[in-house]
């Protein structure tokens, strides 16, 4: 399993600029930042590269935007999602689901609530 460097500090907070691509281009893969705070969600820049594993969120709900690359999203009883840049995939609280980017580095926008906990609940 990698090591995943994950940062709760809200990095930027409220009026000011966030450059995103510069955020990505500056950090390597595993790496999980939350860059904001809106009302009671996070927005959090996510580096991947290969599978992240199985797990749940069972009181929060996740939304991804992939910014670059390609990220799959296994479902447990699913087919498999695949999201190209631009393209966003909400999944929900209680839902065994795990990301991967098997062609390589993938940047992601999440939007989640402020107490989730990155890994999930196994």
Request: glycine letters at 4%.
């Given at each position: 399993m990698p090591h995943y460097n994950i940062r709760f500090d809200n990095k930027f907070g409220a009026l000011r600029l966030i450059d995103i691509p510069?955020?990505?281009?500056?950090?390597?893969?595993?790496?999980?930042?939350?860059?904001?705070?809106?009302?009671?969600?996070?927005?959090?820049?996510?580096?991947?590269?290969?599978?992240?594993?199985?797990?749940?969120?069972?009181?929060?709900?996740?939304?991804?935007?992939?910014?670059?690359?390609?990220?799959?999203?296994?479902?447990?009883?699913?087919?498999?999602?695949?999201?190209?840049?631009?393209?966003g995939y909400t999944v929900p609280r209680g839902t065994r689901h795990r990301t991967r980017a098997p062609k390589g580095r993938t940047v992601v926008l999440m939007v989640e609530p402020a107490g989730i906990v990155p890994t999930g609940d196994a």
């Open positions: 510069a955020e990505a281009a500056a950090r390597q893969a595993w790496f999980n930042q939350t860059l904001t705070t809106v009302n009671d969600a996070v927005v959090r820049l996510g580096i991947i590269e290969a599978d992240f594993h199985w797990h749940r969120h069972e009181e929060e709900d996740q939304f991804f935007l992939v910014l670059e690359g390609r990220l799959l999203i296994d479902v447990e009883g699913r087919d498999t999602v695949t999201l190209d840049p631009h393209q």
